[in-house]
């Protein structure tokens, strides 16, 4: 559970939120809308209830042909608090149906919560949460649930084990940063084994646990893995394997990042061993560079493939979050892979949202020259309301919108132009896109989108390319999302996210980029999606004009769009 989840224990979103709950209203209540709550800001395939806050994915499961998606979930209002499972099902991961409360905060173990948690199929085919439950003590401790009908195929109620709590916090083990069990895998032992999240001293670990019966856990003698790095508590763990390579991810307070290293699994002794370029917290990869946190992975057995969701939080105000009426999301489904090259995570949404595609417009063989900017025509990343409508009016029409997915290929075939590259960068891209802006004039780039762009640009959002070359005249590619002028509200969280995109840019000539538009949200995948950043943005000019789409190069040397494909999006079904 993210740390939002911690009543009491720093639920503050440093830079994001200061309040206090008693001075929020009902966010049912009537009252004067304003731009800065804009129904152009609720998105139209990106999973979220229909009210009220979520955060972290839960239990994420395919079971007897339905696709079931849990979530922390507040039944009463959109911000933080009387934390449940909220549970919704689809048949194609894109269109979704709510099906209720799955789990509610009833019991002397989970009276003040129930946490975030996972789902493992047992061997007779019964589905079971294991979630973290927070007692009236504040203690964190792990629950388990069973379907009350199987047969039902929306596994619309569960009943809670009379045997709970089945983890307790043992003498040593903080009992406060205990939470977030994993999906349970069974070794050759024939042992069912799971891990915990905690704290220890100012660094993380990973609590193992095995069992015969899924009720009775043993805790091992040692973590599955730790770290003395001052990371704070590991929250959402996260452990898998490709082709015997395995994976292990946390979620990170310290920065509100999903980190994860591939490495070795002694399943004799249970622990882990992080290959040498993993070792040390600095060098962990991120799953996504952006505003992506408390990722939950799944396998899908009908076809065969691992898929991720995460908790993509707001950049808004609280206050704006009450008068919504809703807040938080769920980034798109990602199948998640082992790149060739063994050494990082791919990740790809998944193929089935390519169904929401309709009008298409595609470009091949346009040069961008330096200083160049070519609006992409016949397509809209968005389409506002025209007319003189009353706010009911055009409140009835709040999804007369279209939404955008863009495929592009950028060629470069100049660079000896290319910026020297300074090692100490690598340790903080994000810095580094602060710096050199998309309007700030480079060698090789900076080259890419500016989405949700208004007419004069004064709003817009750029996710683009550069190209540094290092000491050993090899290059090192940097993305960046830098949503510093997304909007022209000042109070909002704009930051430019980066990371390096590992290609190899000499060989190939050429880097990909799609990026997925839905009105506040900004997600894009470099390098094939060796590299991905989320944002959240909330232009001013939703509400009253169109928002424009257009490809730029600020760099001192000419790039070429080899191919761009790009199609504005149905809506999904979720209700």
Same mark, same amino acid.
């Given at each position: 559970m993210a740390s939002s989840c911690l009543s009491g224990l720093g639920w503050i979103f440093g830079l994001f939120f200061s309040f206090s709950f008693v001075f929020f209203?009902?966010?049912?209540?009537?009252?004067?809308?304003?731009?800065?709550?804009?129904?152009?800001?609720?998105?139209?395939?990106?999973?979220?209830?229909?009210?009220?806050?979520?955060?972290?994915p839960n239990g994420p499961v395919y079971y007897n042909g339905v696709y079931h998606l849990f979530y922390q979930y507040n039944p009463y209002a959109a911000v933080w608090g009387n934390i449940s499972w909220g549970h919704s099902v689809s048949t194609d991961l894109v269109h979704w149906t709510g099906v209720g409360l799955a789990l509610s905060p009833t019991d002397p173990y989970d009276i003040d919560g129930c946490f975030s948690g996972s789902i493992t199929i047992l061997p007779d085919n019964t589905p079971v949460i294991i979630y973290t439950g927070i007692t009236s003590k504040g203690e964190q401790v792990q629950n388990i649930a069973y379907p009350k009908n199987v047969s039902d195929p929306y596994l619309r109620e569960w009943i809670k084990s009379d045997s709970n709590p089945v983890i307790e916090a043992a003498d040593g083990v903080n009992a406060s940063?205990?939470?977030?069990?994993?999906?349970?895998?069974?070794?050759?032992?024939?042992?069912?084994?799971?891990?915990?999240?905690?704290?220890?001293?100012?660094?993380?670990?990973?609590i193992l646990y095995r069992s015969s019966d899924f009720v009775h856990w043993v805790q091992?003698?040692?973590? $599955?893995? #730790?770290?003395?790095?001052?990371?704070?508590? @590991?929250?959402?763990?996260?452990?898998? *394997?490709?082709?015997? +390579?395995y994976v292990l991810k946390v979620s990170l307070q310290v920065n509100w990042v999903d980190h994860y290293m591939l490495g070795g699994y002694d399943e004799e002794k249970d622990l882990f061993e992080p290959s040498e370029e993993f070792v040390g917290y600095r060098n962990w990869r991120r799953y996504d560079h952006g505003k992506s946190y408390a990722s939950k992975t799944f396998v899908d057995k009908l076809n065969g493939r691992r898929i991720s969701w995460a908790w993509l939080n707001e950049s808004d105000t609280v206050s704006d979050a009450v008068e919504k009426g809703w807040a938080g999301i769920q980034t798109t489904p990602r199948v998640v892979t $082992?790149? #060739?090259?063994?050494?990082?995570?791919?990740? @790809?949404?998944?193929?089935?949202?390519? *169904?929401?595609?309709? +009008?298409?417009?595609?470009?091949?063989?346009?040069e961008l020259k330096t200083g160049g900017l070519l609006e992409i025509k016949g397509i809209r990343a968005s389409q506002a309301k025209h007319g003189l409508l009353i706010h009911a009016i055009a409140s009835f029409f709040i999804f007369w919108i279209t939404y955008a997915d863009v495929e592009v290929e950028f060629e470069v075939s100049d660079l000896d132009g290319a910026e020297h590259f300074d090692p100490?960068?690598?340790?903080?891209?994000?810095?580094?896109?602060?710096?050199?802006?998309?309007?700030v004039q480079g060698g090789v780039g900076p080259f890419g989108l500016l989405v949700l762009a208004s007419e004069d640009r004064e709003e817009q959002t750029a996710v683009y390319f550069r190209v540094f070359k290092d000491h050993n005249n090899t290059y090192k590619v940097l993305m960046c999302s830098d949503q510093t002028r997304s909007s022209l509200r000042t109070e909002l969280d704009k930051p430019a996210y980066g990371g390096f995109v590992d290609i190899d840019i000499k060989k190939d000539g050429k880097i990909s980029l799609r990026t997925l538009i839905d009105h506040s949200v900004v997600e894009s995948f470099g390098g094939g999606g060796r590299t991905c950043i989320t944002a959240r943005v909330y232009p001013t000019f939703l509400a009253k004009s169109d928002a424009h789409l257009y490809a730029f190069n600020n760099g001192s040397t000419s790039a070429k769009i080899s191919e761009l494909k790009a199609w504005t999006m149905a809506k999904a079904h979720i209700g």
């Amino acid at each position: 559970m993210a740390s939002s989840c911690l009543s009491g224990l720093g639920w503050i979103f440093g830079l994001f939120f200061s309040f206090s709950f008693v001075f929020f209203k009902n966010p049912d209540s009537p009252g004067k809308s304003s731009a800065n709550v804009s129904p152009e800001y609720r998105t139209a395939y990106h999973f979220q209830p229909a009210k009220y806050w979520i955060n972290d994915p839960n239990g994420p499961v395919y079971y007897n042909g339905v696709y079931h998606l849990f979530y922390q979930y507040n039944p009463y209002a959109a911000v933080w608090g009387n934390i449940s499972w909220g549970h919704s099902v689809s048949t194609d991961l894109v269109h979704w149906t709510g099906v209720g409360l799955a789990l509610s905060p009833t019991d002397p173990y989970d009276i003040d919560g129930c946490f975030s948690g996972s789902i493992t199929i047992l061997p007779d085919n019964t589905p079971v949460i294991i979630y973290t439950g927070i007692t009236s003590k504040g203690e964190q401790v792990q629950n388990i649930a069973y379907p009350k009908n199987v047969s039902d195929p929306y596994l619309r109620e569960w009943i809670k084990s009379d045997s709970n709590p089945v983890i307790e916090a043992a003498d040593g083990v903080n009992a406060s940063e205990f939470r977030d069990p994993t999906t349970a895998w069974r070794g050759r032992d024939g042992l069912w084994r799971i891990l915990i999240g905690n704290k220890v001293g100012l660094g993380g670990q990973a609590i193992l646990y095995r069992s015969s019966d899924f009720v009775h856990w043993v805790q091992a003698k040692e973590p $599955l893995h #730790s770290s003395a790095d001052r990371t704070g508590v @590991w929250e959402c763990p996260d452990f898998y *394997s490709y082709d015997g +390579k395995y994976v292990l991810k946390v979620s990170l307070q310290v920065n509100w990042v999903d980190h994860y290293m591939l490495g070795g699994y002694d399943e004799e002794k249970d622990l882990f061993e992080p290959s040498e370029e993993f070792v040390g917290y600095r060098n962990w990869r991120r799953y996504d560079h952006g505003k992506s946190y408390a990722s939950k992975t799944f396998v899908d057995k009908l076809n065969g493939r691992r898929i991720s969701w995460a908790w993509l939080n707001e950049s808004d105000t609280v206050s704006d979050a009450v008068e919504k009426g809703w807040a938080g999301i769920q980034t798109t489904p990602r199948v998640v892979t $082992l790149d #060739s090259n063994g050494r990082q995570l791919v990740q @790809w949404p998944v193929k089935e949202l390519e *169904s929401l595609r309709k +009008k298409r417009v595609q470009l091949h063989d346009a040069e961008l020259k330096t200083g160049g900017l070519l609006e992409i025509k016949g397509i809209r990343a968005s389409q506002a309301k025209h007319g003189l409508l009353i706010h009911a009016i055009a409140s009835f029409f709040i999804f007369w919108i279209t939404y955008a997915d863009v495929e592009v290929e950028f060629e470069v075939s100049d660079l000896d132009g290319a910026e020297h590259f300074d090692p100490t960068w690598l340790v903080d891209p994000q810095k580094l896109c602060t710096e050199k802006g998309a309007s700030v004039q480079g060698g090789v780039g900076p080259f890419g989108l500016l989405v949700l762009a208004s007419e004069d640009r004064e709003e817009q959002t750029a996710v683009y390319f550069r190209v540094f070359k290092d000491h050993n005249n090899t290059y090192k590619v940097l993305m960046c999302s830098d949503q510093t002028r997304s909007s022209l509200r000042t109070e909002l969280d704009k930051p430019a996210y980066g990371g390096f995109v590992d290609i190899d840019i000499k060989k190939d000539g050429k880097i990909s980029l799609r990026t997925l538009i839905d009105h506040s949200v900004v997600e894009s995948f470099g390098g094939g999606g060796r590299t991905c950043i989320t944002a959240r943005v909330y232009p001013t000019f939703l509400a009253k004009s169109d928002a424009h789409l257009y490809a730029f190069n600020n760099g001192s040397t000419s790039a070429k769009i080899s191919e761009l494909k790009a199609w504005t999006m149905a809506k999904a079904h979720i209700g």
